[in-house]
């Protein structure tokens, strides 16, 4: 079973930046595609960002120009770069593949953007 470690988040003020990292166990990790996801409180678990596995990246509207997606194949790393925060940001926030594996969730890391 792939494991998947976030780590990076926090409280943050809104305008305020958080970068999330995470670690997959997946040996062919530079073979997929790979997305963060986030859940807010009430909500239901939305896609945020995506990258391919040759870099390609995608964004849901509302974090477009806000937020950059990464990855480091040879570390086995993705990390999602978050500027500007605001408010409706707070969620816990996922990595997974894309599509995503049911098996492959892990604790995921919150973030809070409140004053």
């Known amino acids: 079973q792939v494991q998947v470690v976030e780590s990076g988040g926090g409280l943050v003020q809104p305008g305020g930046s958080l970068r999330l990292s995470c670690v997959v166990s997946e040996g062919f990790f530079s073979f997929y595609s790979m997305g963060w996801y986030r859940q807010a409180p009430g909500k239901q678990r939305e896609l945020v960002a995506r990258?391919?596995?040759?870099?390609?990246?995608n964004y849901t509207d509302s974090v477009k120009g806000r937020f950059t997606i990464s990855r480091d194949n040879v570390k086995k790393i993705m990390l999602l770069q978050m500027n500007s925060l605001k408010p409706e940001d707070t969620a816990v926030y996922y990595c997974?593949?894309?599509?995503?594996?049911?098996?492959?969730w892990g604790q995921g890391t919150q973030v809070t953007v409140s004053s």
């Open positions: 997974n593949f894309y599509p995503l594996r049911e098996d492959s």
């Open positions: 990258i391919s596995s040759t870099g390609r990246t």
